[in-house]
């Protein structure tokens, strides 16, 4: 079946610039999740959805960013006023289950460049 | 709060070598463990898991076991290939939580 699928999978964007990244998880997953990972490192936690709920924020690293998840599917993770430090790939995950121990299932990315 | 680390990389090898990938955590209670691959151009794919104590994972030839004594999930293969070229990640989450914690990575390079 189809996977997690992010779009768009580059972005090039003028610093002051806002951007909006799609996330379309697989079907009937409740859980998604929103990560940052910048060059070379692990992905950091940002932001989780349960169905169209947002249950956790703690790891959005600015009110400049906001995320969410309307009727439960497709999330949408929009970045205000964009800066330098913003430039990383953004990845979207989702999990068939509510709780922590099971797999997550990643999307391919989208590539953000600020310039 | 939680934390994975992972040993330096990046890491070379020649084809058929022995490898291994340390990984430590910090977390309270019994989180469950991860090993993530992320090969050139693709998203992270699970490679294998534990969910309690002196559970092993494997998957593909690799293998790990959640060591509770020593806070360690190291990852190893007996005879590594060209195609497990790759970044590794050391990852954990609370049974409670949802959120993964990912260590820095490793690079691995296998040539033939």
């Known amino acids: 079946g189809a996977g997690v699928s992010q779009s768009p999978r580059y972005k090039v964007a003028k610093r002051g610039q806002d951007v909006a990244l799609r996330c379309d998880p697989i079907s009937g997953h409740v859980s998604l999740f929103w990560y940052q990972q910048a060059l070379g490192q692990g992905p950091e936690f940002l932001t989780y959805f349960q169905n169209e709920a947002q249950l956790d924020k703690s790891g959005l690293p600015s009110d400049r960013f906001f995320a969410e998840r309307p009727e439960g599917s497709v999330s949408t993770l929009k970045i205000q006023r964009t800066q330098q430090e913003d430039s990383a790939v953004y990845l979207c995950?989702?999990?068939?289950?509510?709780?922590?121990?099971?797999?997550?299932?990643f999307g391919p990315g989208t590539r953000l460049t600020v310039t | 709060g939680n934390s994975v680390t992972q040993m330096e990389g990046p890491v070379t090898l020649s084809e058929e070598a022995f490898l291994t990938i340390n990984c430590t955590y910090t977390a309270t209670g019994y989180p469950s463990l991860f090993w993530y691959v992320q090969y050139p151009g693709e998203g992270l794919q699970l490679l294998l898991k534990a969910t309690k104590a002196d559970d092993k994972g494997s998957n593909k030839g690799f293998e790990a076991t959640y060591r509770k004594e020593t806070t360690s999930f190291h990852l190893e293969k007996g005879s590594v290939q060209v195609s497990d070229s790759a970044v590794y990640f050391c990852?954990?989450?609370?049974?409670?939580?949802?959120?993964?914690?990912f260590g820095e990575g490793t690079q691995l390079t296998v040539n033939p």
């Open positions: 995950a989702s999990s068939p289950k509510r709780t922590g121990g099971y797999e997550q299932y």
């Open positions: 990852a954990l989450s609370q049974t409670s939580g949802s959120r993964l914690t």
